[in-house]
């Protein structure tokens, strides 16, 4: 076991705390409003799914998951619970063809983000209408579609750089 995949699961957790430093700084800065605002850290969840199911990629996704809600107003058990779920639909879908693009990972990511979306909306306690919930829940699929298009891209390029520098890397 070399040291890069030794330390696989942390260098994903930095990497939430980093988006997540995006999200809650950058945006609100920019002006785009909290409609818009997409989750970069379902694109890390997205690349652990499409990668084969082993001991890295679930402490990577479970890093990912309890790092992303620290730095959001949102703390609690109900967002990594969902987002570990996203995770496992995802290795589950990993054998199929849809997995296989980052197109289709893109769209799955933005799935994820809408089934987020909607059912922390529903757990709100004054329950919100559903059109609002709907239309909020799609800004946010659309948006985190669209940015974590880059951002698989930019995974898909380091994996492909350090795959013969490292045999028993995740991506072996």
């Known amino acids: 076991m070399s040291t890069l995949s030794l330390f696989f699961p942390l260098y994903f957790a930095l990497a939430a705390f980093f988006l997540t430093a995006i999200e809650t700084a950058l945006f609100p800065r920019l002006g785009v409003p909290s ?8 694109a890390l969840i997205t690349f652990l799914a499409s990668c084969p199911f082993d001991r890295n990629s679930f402490l990577g ?3 990912v998951a309890f790092a992303s809600p620290l730095c959001n107003s949102s703390p609690g058990i109900i967002q990594p619970g969902i987002m570990l779920f996203i995770f496992f639909i995802g290795c589950h879908l990993n054998h ?9 990972q893109a769209v ?17 306690a004054p329950r919100p ?3 609002i919930t709907a239309i909020g829940a799609l800004g946010c699929a659309l948006t985190t579609a669209l940015f974590t298009l880059p ?15 490292n045999p028993d890397s995740i991506a072996s």
């Open 61 to 63: 996704a479970l890093g």
């Open 35 to 42: 409609i818009f605002t997409p989750d970069l850290n379902l």
């Open 108 to 124: 799955f990511a933005g799935l994820g983000k809408f089934a987020m979306t909607v059912f922390v909306g529903f757990m709100a």
């Open 96 to 104: 199929t063809i849809f997995m296989n693009n980052i197109i289709p």
């Open 129 to 131: 209408p559903l059109s």
């Open 151 to 165: 951002i698989l891209v930019c995974l898909n390029m380091l994996q492909e750089r350090f795959r013969p520098a």
